[in-house]
């Protein structure tokens, strides 16, 4: 008899971000078509051909902007939407898991290899057969400009102000303002970083999303 795992159960979706405005209902992550991604980015080098796993990606609904790199072997297991702004690096081995929240990765962030974003949750059970009740969903964003360190986790629910930096290692979940330097587990804001003086750098002026 098979058992059922958890990555077999279906997660209930909670909370919307607040700061993401998408017209209409946001586009779903269409998970055959990232099953594809991820055959057809297991045959590129890891840091070639681009625009190849740009397109795929957004051939499976996700909001990719331009000069988004991708390392190959970045994995993406969640069915919510996914936006990923203007210039963002993507790194070995990140993985993006779980259920129908969106995530939403600002212009210019640099997400380190083997970073984890976990949308998905579970009730704790305690009378259940399993620990892991009834599963869940929560939205993850991430401001323009971040720079999440190697091995990060952020889970679901968690907001993270532009052009902050996640040191290597560090367990994100709650809202931190713009310009933190996260470091821990749980991470804590260990230091704020300086004001850019330069507002008027290119980078400043505009941060999109393209679909
Ligand atoms: C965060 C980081 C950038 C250091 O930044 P920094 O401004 O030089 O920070 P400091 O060294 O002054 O550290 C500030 C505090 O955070 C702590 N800290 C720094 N990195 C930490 C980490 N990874 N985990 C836990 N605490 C950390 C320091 O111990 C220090 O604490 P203290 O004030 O109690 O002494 C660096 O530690 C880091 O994690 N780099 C990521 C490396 C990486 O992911 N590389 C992949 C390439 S993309």
């Known amino acids: 008899m098979r058992t059922r795992g958890l990555a077999d159960r279906s997660y209930e979706t909670r909370g919307r971000l607040d700061d993401v405005s998408s017209p209409g209902r946001p586009r779903r992550l269409k998970t055959p078509l990232l099953w594809l991604h991820a055959r057809v980015a297991a ?10 796993k740009r397109a795929l990606l957004r051939l499976a609904g996700a909001q990719v902007g331009k000069d988004v790199r991708i390392v190959s ?3 993406f297991c969640c069915s919510g939407s996914l936006h ?3 210039g963002t690096w993507i790194g070995h081995e990140v993985l993006m898991v779980g259920g129908d929240s969106e995530i939403r990765i600002g212009a210019r962030c640099d997400i380190a290899p083997r970073v984890m974003l976990v949308t998905g949750s579970h009730e704790i059970s305690i009378s259940g057969a399993r620990a892991a009740g009834d599963g869940f969903s929560r939205p993850i964003s991430i401001g323009d400009g971040t720079w999440i360190g190697a091995g990060a986790v952020v889970i679901g629910g968690s907001t993270i102000g532009e052009h902050s930096v996640v040191a290597a290692g560090a367990i994100v979940r709650g ?10 587990v749980p991470a804590r804001v260990v230091k704020t970083l300086g004001h850019d003086p330069t507002p008027d750098l290119p980078w400043n002026i505009e941060s999109s999303v393209r679909g």
């Open 43 to 52: 045959q590129i080098p890891p840091t070639r051909l681009f625009g190849v």
């Open 84 to 86: 990923v702004g203007d």
């Open 175 to 184: 809202s931190f303002p713009a310009r933190s330097l996260l470091a821990g």
């Open 73 to 75: 072997s970045a994995r």
